[in-house]
């Protein structure tokens, strides 16, 4: 709960950089073998492509349930939880509308620590399942968005 509610504050924040030191190790290891990526680019990424959605897309909140599910063991000594998570973000062309993105995020304990993933969809699911296959049997929801007139949200 402390690194959910601590990924949550940088995100609240806008420091999505700091946010790639909440990814499991192995995962990171992994995209750091692609030439030229490193966790300084990484970070990097991650901030740019945050600041440029923010800049049509104001943040407005996210929201995690840490009540929603158990923490559930998939194989020797590894666990998981879901934690539903909602994000919701402002229009600066239609400022009468918000929209909110709902999904689950995956914290993984592995190497005696909690790790946060964001599974955004089919491909990254699968590219993490190749790290980390005793997960590939958790079911999770990709990320979906709708529109939502502001006070509907």
């Known amino acids: 709960a402390d690194q959910v509610q601590s990924f949550e504050a940088l995100f609240a924040s806008g420091n999505m950089a700091d946010t790639i030191d909440f990814m499991p190790p192995k995962l990171l290891a992994k995209i750091t073998e692609t030439p030229n990526v490193t966790i300084e680019a990484l970070k990097e990424q991650a901030?740019?492509?945050?600041?440029?959605?923010i800049?049509?897309?104001?943040?407005?909140?996210?929201?995690?349930?840490?009540?929603?599910?158990?923490?559930?063991?998939?194989a020797d000594?590894?666990?998981?939880?879901?934690?539903?998570?909602?994000?919701?973000?402002?229009?600066?062309?239609?400022?009468?509308?918000?929209?909110?993105?709902?999904?689950?995020t995956l914290a993984i304990y592995d190497a005696k620590e909690w790790y946060i993933v964001r599974l955004n969809g089919e491909a990254h699911a699968n590219?993490?399942?190749?790290?980390?296959?005793?997960?590939?049997?958790v079911q999770i929801d990709f990320p979906a968005e709708e529109t939502l007139e502001r006070g509907n949200e």
Do not use: M
């Open 47 to 53: 901030q740019t492509s945050w600041e440029e959605t």
């Open 127 to 137: 590219y993490f399942n190749e790290i980390y296959p005793e997960y590939a049997d």
């Open 55 to 74: 800049s049509e897309y104001p943040f407005e909140s996210i929201t995690f349930d840490l009540n929603a599910y158990n923490v559930t063991e998939v």
């Open 77 to 104: 000594g590894k666990y998981y939880k879901r934690v539903p998570t909602e994000v919701v973000l402002g229009s600066i062309e239609n400022p009468t509308q918000v929209s909110r993105t709902r999904s689950d």
